[in-house]
């Protein structure tokens, strides 16, 4: 079946754990589930769209503010320990669903065609970025770490990322596709100055304005009918550059942008390796070299090529739901029914530990016809 036609099997409804209220002219949407530090499952991402579809029917409702409860995270990305199970227990089905209703939902944030404001102040990872990301505004403060590390869980990038991250250009346009070959295929983490330099955040508010930041969105006052423009002007007026004044940590893309263009260029993930060995080895890369390596290294090699065709396939698709429509072929109808997501579910965020025990252990061995058929 088709994502769109599992996604729309059945009806959504309310999750207490997101918080919907009404202010003024502004849908407050709150993230109210510190057990999983706000992971998102079905009943979360069914209970946004829910909201969503108010929102945009509801001609009093001119923008949608989402933000979250836990002091530490804004969303831990789709709960990935309950797929697993699914999978592991041949409820591969109940699975797919889930992957295509979070997929959708991901899809209707960026085509909704109000203001979609996310306040990012934690961590936000995976499916985070899905909800925060493929909206309009997204803001973040000096505790705002990102990440999409699905390669190293053996699966792939997704929540639309493989839309975005092609797409992001960087400060002044340094930047191009082979950043977001970067970002996907490293899980490299990226800090709020980072997330501000390449695109993928829109504004830095230092944390301890956040609170009155929030409550003025809540209730920002403007001409009826001019509330998109009221909300890039206001949140313009409160955004800083980030910087030690502010408490914005130092960021790390800027300065190897050019570096990061010469090894992820390669036309392959073999090349990219290879260019980074020769790059260390001739002390021509540093540090963040040596991490990419490393990272690359200890995720599956199956993931690796999937990912990099997803987040190829990205760049070329036309509109952000024929690049989700590959993201569930390749992951979640594919990768995801693999040993290798068992084997990295279980070694990252059970066992909590780097494995190797790839199936197979090399990029060599690699099925990429299959792979490519997807």
Known sequence: MSLTSIAHDSLDQPDPRVVVTKNGHCLHLQLNDPDTLNAVDEGIARAFRLALDSAENDDMVD????????PKSFCSGGNVRKLAHYYANGKSEKAEKFFAIEYDLCARIAEFPKPYISLVDGYCIGGGLGITANGKHMVVTENALMSMPEVVLGFCTDAGMSWVLPRLWGDGGQADKFLGHYIALTGVWLNATDAVWTGLADYFIPSEQLPRVQEELLSLDYPRGEAATAIIDYLSAQAQLPGQANGAPKGQISDRILKIDEVFSAPSVAEMIQRLEIGLRTNHYGDWARDALSAIRLSSPTALEGTF????????????????????????QYLCHREDFQTGVRARLIEKKPTKDWTPATLAEVDKKTLESR
């Open 63 to 70: 923008y949608v503010l989402v933000t979250s409860t836990h």
């Open 309 to 332: 065709l997803v987040v190829e396939r990205g760049n070329f698709a036309p509109t952000v739901r024929a690049a989700i429509d590959n993201e569930f072929s390749m992951g979640a």
